[in-house]
């Protein structure tokens, strides 16, 4: 049995990597389960890329698309395009793919339409928002799904709602957390840690890449003053998404915003890990923030992953600026949450993914 793995963008790698690691393993047990990785390119700098292949020891893409940035509708089509062409020359029995990106609605509809199961990893979460591409990009994928690994029994309970047989719907907890508990020994100071003099639990970080935070440059602009004027002159160290470096490039930052270029993931979560709170409009940072049990204050009117909230350190504070002050004032005065960890985050969830794999098809 052939299984392609999705990946296009930054936030798949860490998602693929412990699934991949499974899979050789059950091979190795001699399991006729192999895989091809194919990477869209839709990330394709190194920092955007490179860097996650080597630090999570992900192998070599074995077929990259190569397709780059674009508008949506390009971006999408130039991967089925490609993708659907792949598929014709060299079929595979399983199309996996994982998460929310244009990437992953791309393959699932091509793999679909030419007759191949399609797994996905990541599945049922939804916002409820269809404005954030990724919405649609959950909901298209998960309509035309064969099986689907859920995070929570939150998102299993929204793929039932939605008319999901319960026996296509496997409850197997996080891939990326698997990555995050496994690679805590790795993790390392970035660069700058030394020269910027950072100490533990004495600074903040930031990142924010979403178009309705970064695209207009007032409304960035806005959130980062009140950020600074806030922060009680701590350091704010933002390493910025291409697309929000781009806005930055014109404005004069606050004194203490320390922008840097995109970090491996080793450096991240050693920042993250050690940090006063994260400020972000990521999704998956709101989980690795609670499994670290570090405060989080997300930047977005909603979120996908309400576990985080109800359960763990993260709180929902809206697009609007003027709400920094309250939450940043909340974690000063040492009022945050303590966090609990979701159900199955324990680091086991690709392996679980792997044998549902293997049972399914009678391996
Ligand atoms: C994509 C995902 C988003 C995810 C994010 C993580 C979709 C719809 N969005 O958003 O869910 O949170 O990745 O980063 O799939 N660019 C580069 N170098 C790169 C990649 C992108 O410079 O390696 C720049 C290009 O100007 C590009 C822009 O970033 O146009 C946006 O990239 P794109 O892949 O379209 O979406 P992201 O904002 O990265």
New binding site residues.
Partial sequence: MLIDIIA????NFMKIAPIIEALVDVKKKGKYLHYRLVHTG????KL??DTFFSQLNIPHPDVNLSVG??S?AA?TANIMIKYEELLLQKPCDLVLVVG????TMACAIVGKKLGIKVAHVEAGIRSFDLSM??EI?RMVTDAISDFFFTTTEGASLNLKNAGIPFEKIFHVGNTMIDTLLKNIPNIKKPSFWDDLQLKEKNYLVTTL?R?NNVDDGFKLSNILKELSNWSKNLPIIFPA???TR?KLETQKLPENVILTAPLGYFEFIYLIKNCNAVITD??GIQEETTVLGVPCITLRENTERPETVDIGTNEIIGTDSKNIRIWLQKLFDENWKQGKIPDKWDGKASRRIVQIITDLYKL
């Fill in positions: 296009g963008a930054r936030p839709q990330h394709y700098d955007m890329s940035s674009g949506h971006q929310d990106v244009n990437s591409p990724e990009n890449h178009p998404h291409p697309r781009i990521s999704g």
